[in-house]
């Protein structure tokens, strides 16, 4: 387990000294693609990039966080569909940045399953109400997908996965202390 944590965060390491702007929480980030400052064509890069790192820092089971890289998230893939809707209806006047709004509270409401959380919290961090309606939709629709693929919400899985990583421990502990009386 520690060799694994140990390469991931070497790998980790190695990605910050080469692109630090792609690692870390990631409130820069989003603070970048919310005032509109993101290279349209490095945001699916830097997406896909860093929903990878997700899951592989959490194999090796050291600390790290969810939330911040959920809303990081949420505000690439919102600007990005903006932009190209930007791009396929010039006329409209489409802000890519008021997507990356919508995006942030629909990411987070389809991974934590908690829609009025999501939105209270885009809100209380972009202090704007006027993408209250737009948030309300893209959150329905983002449960509306969860609950069609059976998914469980993150954290969730995630007690649940912490639980049986203990059992297994316990499991592994009471062997070992039977082991040492039979001697």
């Known amino acids: 387990m520690e060799l694994q944590a140990g390469v991931i965060g070497a790998a980790v390491g190695i990605l910050a000294w080469f692109a630090p702007d792609l690692v870390g929480g990631g409130d820069e980030i989003t603070q970048r693609v919310l005032a509109g400052g993101a290279t349209l064509m490095l945001i699916p890069l830097a997406f896909l990039l860093r929903f990878a790192l997700g899951p592989v820092s959490y194999a090796a089971a050291t600390p790290g966080g969810l939330f911040a890289p959920m809303l990081v ?7 990005f569909c903006g932009a190209l809707c930007r ?6 006047g489409i802000a ?7 995006g942030m509270a629909a990411f987070f409401t389809g991974v934590v399953q908690a ?15 006027t993408m209250l ?4 939709g893209a959150c329905f629709a983002a449960m509306l997908v969860a609950n069609l693929l059976h998914s469980a919400p993150i954290y969730e899985s995630l007690r649940e996965r912490a639980a049986r990583r203990q059992r297994r421990e316990d499991v592994t502990r009471t062997a070992g202390a039977r082991a040492g009386n039979t001697r």
């Open 96 to 102: 890519p940045e008021a997507f990356a709004v919508v």
């Open 87 to 92: 791009m396929a209806f010039p006329d409209l």
């Open 115 to 129: 829609p009025v959380t999501g939105i209270v919290l885009v809100i209380e961090m972009t202090a704007g109400f």
């Open 73 to 79: 998230l949420g505000a690439q893939l919102g600007f």
């Open 133 to 136: 309606l737009p948030m309300l």
